[in-house]
């Protein structure tokens, strides 16, 4: 079940439209079956959804195996009111060249899709479409609905192969993916309030601000970390947006807040960058457990501070 349980009777939302792989993750997230499902057009107005109390939680693309981090999360996520993911999931990623009836691959010019689709097929089209334009669609489903609205940007979608089912589109190839295997990871994001709890497998996600441009700076948020042997699984830098030059790292590390280690790091965190934002401790999905050693443990931090106090 959702780590958090939506005691609320609000929906949930996702990025759409209907057959996105967004939705495929959050129809993974045991429970959201049963709950009202609405789609949200882009990242920024599902996460306004959540913001103003008309859904419970947002799911959103965070990262993909091949292309990386996604930038329209990662900035919504960071900015604003503040947020908490409750929840991860991973889904394996495969594509299909969807067209209208009719339309052969001699007929296209110009493809519609989400621009990490689009990254992840690069070499397939550069072999056998070398000439066709890349259109920029919110998602890959939503590529797909305008084909079938009758878009004359495009003639052809990539897009998951449910999305052909729902659509009655013409698949045109299948697996165009150039990496098999490929994963994109996906988070359940919502209000702040509850924590879900430890699990001793989680994951605690941060958005630290660079504090002052000098030498070494990023070297004294990273030691936060080094010295208490929290490991990153993820860190990028994020533009602010304020000026060139000006960056937030957005960064993934194993455990959680109630780990002795994590919430030390946390706190000397908050001592080099007190503008750090917490996003959350959370599950991870593929429940595996860090490695700490015996310095790090939970009791090892706790007769530490005994110790401390045992001298003043
Ligand atoms: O467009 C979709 O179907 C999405 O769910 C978004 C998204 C992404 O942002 O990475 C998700 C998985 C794929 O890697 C391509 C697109």
């Known amino acids: 079940m959702i780590s958090v349980p939506n005691t609320s009777a609000l929906p949930l939302t996702f990025l759409g439209p209907e057959g996105t792989f967004t939705e495929a993750a959050l129809l993974q997230v045991p429970g959201a079956v049963d709950m009202e499902r609405i789609p949200s057009t882009n990242a920024a107005s599902a996460l306004a959804k959540v913001r103003k109390g008309e859904a419970f939680a947002a799911m959103l693309p965070i990262e993909n ?123 359940l994001v919502g209000q702040p309030g509850t924590l879900p709890e430890p699990t001793g497998a989680d994951k605690t996600t941060l958005a630290i601000p660079l504090p002052e441009d000098h030498p070494g700076a990023l070297m004294a948020i990273l030691e936060q970390f080094a010295s208490r042997g929290v490991n990153l699984s993820r860190i990028e830098s994020r533009p602010t947006g304020q000026f060139l030059g000006h960056y937030i790292f957005s960064v993934d590390v194993d455990g959680h807040v109630r780990d002795a280690r994590v919430a030390d790091a946390l706190r000397g965190l908050h001592r080099v960058s007190p503008g750090m934002r917490f996003l959350g401790s959370y599950p991870r999905a593929d429940r595996q457990e860090p490695l700490i050693r015996s310095y790090n443990s939970d009791a090892a931090f706790g007769e530490a501070a005994d110790w401390v106090d045992s001298l003043l």
Do not use: M
């Not at 990662?74 to 990623?93: C, F, K, Q």
């Not at 209208?100 to 550069?126: E, S």
């Open 65 to 187: 195996s091949i292309e990386g981090g996604v930038p329209a999360t990662l900035d919504a996520i960071s900015n604003g009111l503040e947020l908490r993911i409750l929840h991860e999931v991973v889904v394996p990623v495969s594509f299909v060249l969807v067209a209208p009836a009719g339309v052969t691959l001699a007929d296209i010019t110009a493809v519609g899709t989400h621009p990490h689709a689009w990254a992840q097929t690069r070499d397939w089209f550069g072999e056998h479409l070398p000439n066709a334009a890349h259109v920029p669609a919110n998602s890959t489903a939503a590529a797909a609905h305008s084909l079938v609205a009758g878009t004359d940007a495009f003639q052809a979608a990539v897009c998951a192969p449910l999305v052909a089912e729902q659509t009655g589109l013409n698949i045109l190839a299948a697996a165009i993916e150039d990496n098999i295997g490929a994963v994109t990871r996906f988070i």
